[in-house]
Structures are given as C-alpha cells and as structure tokens.
C-alpha cells in the first residue's frame, strides 16, 4: 500500500485549501485518516473516513471547517480545508487503517506529508 498526499501551500488566514491523498486500490473496509505535525508539536488526529460508507469523524478543532470525502473511483480522499488559521499550519499525512480510530497507532501505511502554511 502506499499513500501519496499532496495539494499543501500557503494560503492567507481565513482561506482554503484542498489535500488529496491517493490511495491506490485498498480494500472498501479501509479507514484513510488525516494527521498533521506542526514544528515541536506532537502529531495529532485531523479526520478520518471510512472508505465503504462514507462514515466521517473530526477532531473538534477542525469540525465545522475541514470536510473530508472520498472518490471510489479514483482511489482518492480529500480534505477540503476551510476558515484556515495559522494554528493549522503544520506537515499533513494520510494514513490506512481497518479500525475507525482517531489513534494513530493504529494506522499502518502512512505517506510522506504535504506542507500547509497559513501565514499573510
């Protein structure tokens, strides 16, 4: 399996952003989750879905401004980023797992980051 995030950049306070994390073929059990590092933090959870239903979950500090979804068809899952603040400046990765977790341990495939920098 291997994951290939893309779409980071810069953007100004208060605009938007789309990821997108190519999945390849994965089974439909699948779980793609959204992580993210910023410099001398922890790594912390984003959102996740489940590949099959569609079933979504946000951490609470993106909810109501991160929507993430998925293209089946194009072995696809995005995170469309909206409201940005500088606190959301950080490296976000992709990661597979079968458990629907926000914990990142459990989740075994991971890609390499895409940088997001929300700065004027």
């Known amino acids: 399996v291997q994951l290939q995030a893309s779409g980071g950049g810069l953007v100004q306070p208060g605009g938007s952003l789309t990821l997108s994390c190519a999945t390849g073929?994965?089974?439909?059990?699948?779980?793609i989750g959204w992580f993210r590092q910023a410099p001398g933090k922890e790594r912390e959870f984003v959102a996740l879905i489940r590949r099959s239903s569609g079933t979504t979950f946000y951490a609470d500090s993106v909810k109501d401004r991160f929507i993430i979804s998925r293209d089946n068809t194009e072995n696809t899952v995005y995170l469309r980023m909206n409201s940005l603040k500088p606190g959301d400046t950080a490296v976000y990765s992709c990661?597979?797992?079968?458990?629907?977790?926000?914990?990142?341990?459990?989740?075994?495939?991971w890609g390499q980051g895409t940088l997001v920098t929300v700065s004027s």
């Open positions: 073929r994965i089974y439909s059990s699948s779980v």
């Open positions: 990661a597979k797992g079968s458990t629907f977790t926000s914990s990142a341990s459990a989740y075994k495939y």
